[in-house]
């Protein structure tokens, strides 16, 4: 299949393209950049006359819910939501039931995946056993199965020890070990953010210490083993500070923030709003800004969706008793439009934080559209607003704080190694 994308103002950060060039397309990789190869006959010409053309997405945080958890989520239902948002490489958690602990699951998910034709699927395997922070994983075999890194999701390793070992085990081989960071005595039942809203409504909260104090815990041990860490999505301001410090001295770390936290904040819990139940908790407006000046100067890597698709009925519930989540995948690139637009950034510096940024944390061939490269590409209307309603969501999970919003950036078409995913009018 031969594609011409024609009249598009591309944008590739990692080759410094900011301008209106054409693209070319043979046999799932881009082969030319603004003049045609030779004897070049497209099968497909598509006229991206006013719309933007980038790298698909790269997201850090997906979790699509299989196996074990259909009844929020399939794999079909959130795979077309990711491409039908733009994104065609995510990673997922393995907090899937059975857990991804074993080099069988992690093949099935990923043969799962590829049938589907969709996005491409990158797994973290689980650091310990069934997460249970007691036992290491085979950490070899996993990543020989298909894993990028290693994660406990949102489930702390207590034992400080075991935690140590993991990272010995990590830095012999240079895996990459993912950890949100949360002090679990502190967060101990909490559901939003330890200030002002949440005594004003009497919700139990969750310091900035209590992510503070894992933060300093992970820097140390990550110090002493010499493993690669990467902290997922930070939320306060104190964190951002130690990560900032952390890089500055030179250790291994990178780190993501998810695109929820940079434009909410407790406040937009309002009077209950279970969909505004996240985890990390939305925090104060000093630190969204916090989080916002590390991504400009590249404290903060990453861009992810922390995408979380609930059943209707877990979010029903009152708000400290609701599953905490959000769905996000088809949200992620308007609202780092949104974010780029607040912030009076270039739309080349935002994309960074969700293409060529994330593809470096995972390793991946992904994230930019150089010749030869797989052809992920993402077309879409900067200039297009859409509703963001249940009903115009490919996700099953339709729990989402911004729902009624109007957000502008309108997926187009979505390609996956050269061939059209996703088309939208």
Not at 121 to 145: K, R, W
Not at 176 to 187: F, H, K
Request: charged share 20%.
């Amino acid at each position: 299949m031969k594609i011409h994308i024609k009249n598009g103002h591309l944008i590739d950060p990692k080759n410094g393209i900011d301008s209106k060039k054409d693209l070319f397309i043979a046999a799932g990789k881009v082969v030319a950049i603004g003049n045609s190869p030779d004897s070049f006959v497209a099968n497909q010409t598509i006229d991206a006359n006013g719309l933007i053309v980038i790298p698909g997405l790269v997201d850090l945080s997906a979790r699509l819910r299989e196996p074990g958890f259909e009844h929020k989520a399939t794999l079909e239902s959130e795979m077309q939501a990711a491409v039908a948002g733009g994104i065609t490489s995510l990673a997922c958690p393995p907090d899937t039931d059975p857990v991804l602990d074993e080099p069988g699951l992690v093949e099935m998910l990923k043969h799962r995946a590829k049938q589907l034709n969709l996005a491409h699927v990158y797994p973290l395997g689980a650091l310990t056993h069934q997460l249970n922070g007691q036992e290491i994983t085979e950490m070899c075999e996993l990543t020989e199965a298909g894993c990028v890194g290693f994660s406990q999701a949102d489930i702390v390793i207590k034992d400080t020890q075991v935690l140590w070992r993991a990272m010995q085990y990590a830095a012999t081989f240079g895996f990459t070990v993912w950890l949100r960071p949360e002090e679990p005595y502190l967060a101990k039942d909490g559901v939003a953010h330890d200030g002002e809203v949440a005594a004003r409504l009497g919700l139990k909260g969750i310091p900035a210490a209590a992510e503070t104090l894992a933060i300093a815990s992970i820097l140390r041990i990550a110090k002493e083993t010499g493993a690669k860490v990467h902290l997922c999505r930070l939320s306060t301001a104190e964190g951002v500070d130690m990560v900032r410090a952390a890089k500055k001295a030179g250790q291994k770390i990178s780190c993501d923030v998810s695109a929820n936290h940079l434009h909410l904040t407790d406040f937009d819990i309002g009077f209950f709003d279970s969909n505004a139940h996240l985890r990390p908790p939305l925090r104060s407006q000093r630190d969204k800004e916090a989080l916002s000046a590390g991504l400009i100067d590249g404290t903060i890597d990453a861009i992810c969706s922390d995408h979380t698709p609930v059943d209707d009925d877990a979010k029903l519930y009152p708000f400290a008793e609701a599953e905490a989540g959000a769905t996000g995948l088809e949200l992620l690139l308007p609202l780092i439009l949104k974010w780029a637009e607040d912030n009076k950034l270039n739309l080349n510096q935002a994309i960074t934080a969700a293409t060529q940024m994330p593809a470096n944390i995972l390793g991946v061939a992904a994230g930019d559209l150089s010749v030869n490269s797989n052809a992920d590409v993402c077309i879409f209307d900067p200039k297009k607003y859409w509703k963001v309603e249940a009903n115009s969501l490919f996700s099953q999970g339709k729990n989402s704080p911004f729902l009624g919003l109007e957000l502008a950036g309108k997926v187009k078409y979505t390609l996956v190694n050269g061939h059209i995913v996703h088309q939208s009018t």
